[in-house]
């Protein structure tokens, strides 16, 4: 985990360029004023993203896909907070937000439905960053 001096890192994972590109869109440079700037880092697979992980590098926030193939963001979801010491925060995207349930199962720390609405978004996503750099 970052401090809060330090420019923020969301690793996001979808397979769907366009769901990255929104995404993307959605959450700007900066988040709130209470935090720094971010950076996105674009996942397109979840082996990517596993190596990312798997190199140590910095993450703030991962924002997972959970309608992606063929490895869905709520099963990657759960083996990140299996297997990482002291994981970030997850927001995952599920389809409907009547699947917000899975996230249970998933470990996810917040949900946000298809379609993506950015003030929704960027609000939950703010929210978990803010929370977890006071946690720092």
Not at 30 to 37: A, C, F, K, Q, V
Not at 39 to 56: C, G, P, Q, R, S
Not at 106 to 130: E, N, Q, W, Y
Request: glycine share 6%; proline share 5%; net charge negative.
């Amino acid at each position: 985990m970052g401090t809060p001096h330090q420019t923020l890192t969301i690793a996001l994972y979808s397979d769907d360029a366009s769901v990255r590109r929104s995404v993307s869109s959605a959450l700007g440079r900066r988040l709130s004023p209470d935090l720094h700037e971010h950076t996105i880092h674009e996942f397109a697979t979840a082996d990517a993203l596993k190596l990312y992980v798997d190199a140590k590098k910095k993450v703030d926030l991962f924002i997972l896909d959970g309608e992606a193939t063929p490895e869905g963001g709520m099963g990657l979801s759960k083996e990140l907070k299996d297997q990482v010491f002291h994981c970030p925060p997850i927001l995952l995207i599920v389809a409907r937000e009547q699947d917000a349930w899975l996230a249970g199962w998933s470990r996810a720390d917040g949900v946000v439905s298809h379609p993506i609405d950015p003030f929704t978004l960027a609000k939950r996503a703010a929210a978990l960053l803010l929370a977890a750099t006071k946690n720092v």
